[in-house]
């Protein structure tokens, strides 16, 4: 399934922001809700075009409290999301899958002491499954980035901190060398979104 991601701008919470407005909540009411980072809501849809739906429906609301919309399309990437810009080209048929992987940016992760409550639990949303289970990073398989991006309750909270942008190269991204952080996150981006 196709995940949405939506970071909250600094400052705000994302979380009263979007469920204390009613035509957030009524978009939001049919999705276990998830918070893979500091400050931030993630869901699950059907495909990219219900993900770039949604954020369309929730466009007023990410204008004002949200820093960045991501989605998660595994047909192209397990561990990868496209900005919201990328998937709204991919969904209007206007860039190729295999096309969406040349602009980058890697964010890097940084451990923070868990929050008092990391699951969503409002009496309009249904509470995080809670299916997935967390891995450490090994050579080839889920690093711990994508775990915790995954929803799994009870793991550390992460923030997102300094964007790194990069270029893909003979399919490889460069290290990011930002700051000292065991685990990365990688977004693709358009090519107008790029800006080294």
Do not use: H
Request: glycine share 8%; aromatic share 8%.
């Amino acid at each position: 399934m196709t995940r949405v991601c939506l970071i909250g701008e600094a400052g705000s919470d994302l979380q009263y922001e979007l469920l204390s407005r009613e035509t957030a909540r009524e978009a939001l009411a049919t999705y276990d809700l998830e918070r893979p980072f500091e400050n931030s809501l993630a869901l699950r849809t059907v495909s990219v075009g219900a993900a770039v739906s949604l954020l369309n429906d929730l466009n007023w609301y990410c204008t004002r409290f949200v820093d960045e919309a991501f989605v998660q399309e595994p047909s192209i990437s397990d561990d990868e999301w496209l900005s919201r810009a990328l998937a709204t080209q991919l969904r209007n048929g206007e860039v190729d899958a295999d096309e969406t992987g040349e602009f980058c940016k890697i964010y890097g992760l940084e451990r923070v002491a868990p929050a008092v409550d990391d699951e969503v639990d409002t009496p309009d949303t249904a509470a995080p499954s809670g299916d997935d289970e967390s891995t450490t990073a090994s050579e080839g398989g889920e690093n711990e980035a994508t775990a915790a991006s995954s929803g799994a309750g009870g793991g550390p909270t992460y923030r997102l901190v300094e964007p790194l942008y990069v270029r893909r190269t003979d399919g490889d991204l460069p290290e990011y060398d930002l700051r000292d952080v065991a685990e990365t996150l990688v977004v693709r981006l358009t090519e107008t979104e790029y800006t080294p």
